[in-house]
């Protein structure tokens, strides 16, 4: 601070800029500023000293801040909705994978390499589902055949009202249903663009399954490094465990449904049911969607026996019964219920949401992801709750 009576440094700065006496009265914000300026600044700090921090609880940031949280938020969700496809592929690619990796672990034990354990595996999967297909495609092919052939008779009688086909037509409008698909084209064509699309996200589900399992190991490291150091041993333990879930599950859920194949195969070849091969691959690959799938492919069936007789109608009626529940009762609880333990009541809801949410693929993936998530609840919320 200049002593009474000498000129102010700051003042004199100012003059000697615009070439007029100091009179703050007459300066503006700008002018002011200059003036402090000259005062903070010194040898030592010739810009100044740094200021405070803006205060974080202003109204404009917290708005600002909020805004800003909304519209990435919002981003993030649209990016999600387009790319839901790619997700579901992606997703279903590493359920598969880590269904497959106690058959690679247990391969990788008896001293194989982990690439040919993958090899192997794949090589074994790919043989097997030649050689079915093989066997089954010609029978399929000839089936088919011989539905195209009897379609003309199927029309006949359902636009007959006497016959139960007729009545059935009548009750619900299949006929025209399949004319409204049929018609102009356009729903052969879609179907036909459906049917590519399928086989497209097939084929890129193969490949990213493949290189899912071959680096499976680094891809669990990585995701196990994204956990805090002080909590990322539990978190391997609760992974892996959440890991032997779906492992067993899929493991458990394929086999269960090559019986349902095996078993009504048998069954329709013993009471001459038409097209055996091609309701018994459906009853298979229906029977992989929990719950749904099993009851489907026996209505399926059930009216197919329907066109050989009255009686064996009924017979395969009770028998898609007596089935399920030997499924439910025997065959779940011994092949997958150890590993999996979901009430009844949660594998419904669980199912019921999977399906709406994500079509097929929820239905498929729902129960090991409705386990997972009681695991988390028993381990990490309950004793959370508890403790509060």
């Not at 949280?69 to 909705?81: D, E, K, M, N, S």
């Not at 619900?172 to 409204?180: H, K, L, M, S, T």
């Amino acid at each position: 601070m200049p002593p009474s009576g000498t000129p102010d440094p700051a003042a004199t700065a100012h003059h000697d800029l615009i070439g007029q006496p100091h009179d703050p009265q007459r300066e503006g914000p700008v002018a002011q500023a200059e003036a402090e300026a000259a005062q903070i600044s010194d040898s030592d700090q010739p810009l100044g000293v740094l200021g405070k921090r803006f205060n974080r609880k202003s109204p404009f940031l917290v708005g600002m801040a909020a805004a800003a949280g909304v519209a990435v938020t919002y981003g993030l969700v649209l990016l999600l909705v387009g790319l839901r496809d790619v997700l579901i592929v992606i997703g279903l690619a590493m359920f598969i994978a880590i269904g497959l990796e106690p058959v690679v672990s247990w391969l990788v034990g008896r001293r194989f390499p982990r690439w040919l354990a993958v090899t192997s595996v794949f090589v074994v999967a790919f043989g097997a589902i030649g050689g079915f297909l093989t066997a089954a495609i010609p029978a399929v092919v000839e089936q088919a055949t011989q539905l195209v052939d009897k379609a003309p008779d199927y029309l006949r009688a359902a636009q007959d009202s006497s016959s139960w086909l007729g009545k059935l037509n009548e009750r619900f409008g299949i006929q025209q249903a399949v004319e409204n698909f049929l018609g102009g084209g356009s729903g052969l064509l879609d179907a036909g663009v459906a049917v590519f699309g399928v086989l497209t996200n097939l084929l890129i589900l193969i490949v990213l399954t493949i290189y899912f399992v071959a680096d499976l190991p680094r891809i669990r490291a990585s995701l196990y490094r994204l956990i805090p150091h002080s909590r990322r041993p539990r978190a391997i333990l609760i992974g892996d465990e959440i890991s032997a879930k779906v492992g067993g599950y899929v493991l458990g859920n394929l086999l269960i449904s090559v019986i349902a194949g095996v078993v009504t195969l048998i069954w329709l070849l013993i009471f001459g049911v038409p097209y055996a091969v091609l309701l018994a691959i459906t009853v298979a690959v229906l029977d992989l969607i929990p719950v749904v799938g099993s009851i489907v492919g026996g209505v399926v069936v059930s009216l197919v026996a329907l066109t050989v007789s009255v009686p064996v109608g009924l017979a395969t009626i009770g028998f898609v019964v007596v089935y399920r529940l030997v499924e439910d009762y025997l065959l779940i609880p011994k092949i997958i219920g150890g590993v999996v333990k979901v009430p009844a009541l949660v594998t419904v809801v669980a199912v019921l949401l999977g399906g709406a949410l994500l079509g097929v693929v929820g239905a498929l993936v729902a129960i090991p992801v409705a386990a997972a998530g009681l695991l988390l609840a028993e381990q990490v919320l309950y004793p959370r709750l508890d403790r509060a």
